[in-house]
């Protein structure tokens, strides 16, 4: 997934946490940090 398709998803109204894959790990970006 794209950087900026990650910024929209965190811009957007929901109150959601979104873990997005990175290899073993999830990272948290912007407001699901």
Request: charged letters at 30%; zero cysteines; proline letters at 0%.
């Amino acid at each position: 997934m794209k950087l900026s398709s990650i910024l929209a998803l965190e811009a957007s109204e929901e109150v959601k946490i979104y873990l997005h894959r990175e290899g073993l790990f999830g990272k948290a970006y912007e407001r699901s940090a």
